[in-house]
C-alpha cells in the first residue's frame, strides 16, 4: 500500500512559476511516478512521468518546454515544476504511483494504480 500526499497548490498570476510537491510512503520498492490533472467538467490527464530511478522523463505535449517532473528518492518526494503558467493550467494536480515496480516512465492512466488526493492550481489571468 502506498501513500501520497500532494502539496504547494495555490492561486498565481499568469505567467507565474510553481513547484507542487507528492510525498510518497508506504513501499519498499521504487516505482515509476506521474502526474495528472483534473480540470472541472473535464477527464483527468496526463501531465509528466518519471521512472523509477529518475533517469527517464516523459512530458505531455501540451506543457512540453514548460514543465519538469523530477524526484528525490532519498526523500521520497517527486516534484512537478511549472514555468510560465495560463489559465488553462487550472486544474486539480494529481500524483499517481505506477503499477509496476522498477518500471519505466508512463502515460496512461491505467498504468498507475495508486493516487493522492490532489492539489488545487489555479491561475489568474
Known amino acids: 500500500q502506498v501513500h501520497l500526499v500532494e502539496s504547494g497548490g495555490r492561486l498565481v498570476q499568469a505567467g507565474d512559476s510553481l513547484r507542487v510537491s507528492c510525498a510518497v510512503s508506504?513501499?519498499?520498492?521504487?516505482?515509476?511516478m506521474g502526474w495528472f490533472r483534473q480540470a472541472p467538467g473535464k477527464e483527468r490527464e496526463f501531465v509528466a512521468g518519471?521512472?523509477?530511478?529518475?533517469?527517464?522523463?516523459t512530458i505531455a505535449d501540451s506543457v512540453k518546454g514548460r514543465f519538469a517532473i523530477s524526484r528525490d528518492n532519498n526523500k521520497n518526494e517527486v516534484y512537478l515544476q511549472m514555468h510560465g503558467l495560463k489559465p488553462e493550467d487550472t486544474a486539480v494536480y494529481y500524483c499517481?504511483?505506477?503499477?509496476?515496480?522498477?518500471?519505466?516512465?508512463?502515460?496512461?492512466?491505467?498504468?498507475?494504480?495508486?493516487w493522492g488526493r490532489g492539489t488545487q492550481v489555479t491561475v489568474s489571468s
Open positions: 499517481a504511483a505506477a503499477t509496476d515496480p522498477y518500471g519505466p516512465a508512463v502515460t496512461g492512466i491505467l498504468d498507475y494504480n495508486s
Open positions: 518519471i521512472n523509477w530511478s529518475g533517469s527517464s522523463t
Open positions: 508506504g513501499r519498499s520498492s521504487r516505482y515509476a
